[in-house]
């Protein structure tokens, strides 16, 4: 799988999101404390929009995560 691409808003570093972007998703994900809501709200797109799409967004978030705490 390629990098994720990041959209405008992403790129911008903004407090906007755009849920129909698995990036913005991704960075909304980032910001919750706790891995319980993080898992909670993967789940939720799982049901809503698949396997596919909801697994990309959780890969994404734990490479993040595990590079942020390696800083
Ligand atoms: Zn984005």
């Not at 691409?5 to 913005?24: A, I, K, T, Y």
């Not at 909304?28 to 909801?54: C, N, Q, S």
Request: include cysteine; aromatic fraction near 8%.
């Amino acid at each position: 799988m390629s990098p994720l691409e990041q959209c405008d808003l992403c790129r911008r570093q903004g407090g906007r999101l755009d849920f129909n972007h698995v990036c913005c998703r991704v960075r909304f994900l980032l910001k919750m404390p706790h891995v319980e809501i993080r898992r909670a709200w993967i789940e939720y797109w799982r049901r809503r929009d698949g396997d596919t799409i909801a697994t990309q967004i959780e890969t994404e978030v734990k490479a993040r995560w595990a590079e942020r705490n390696r800083a």
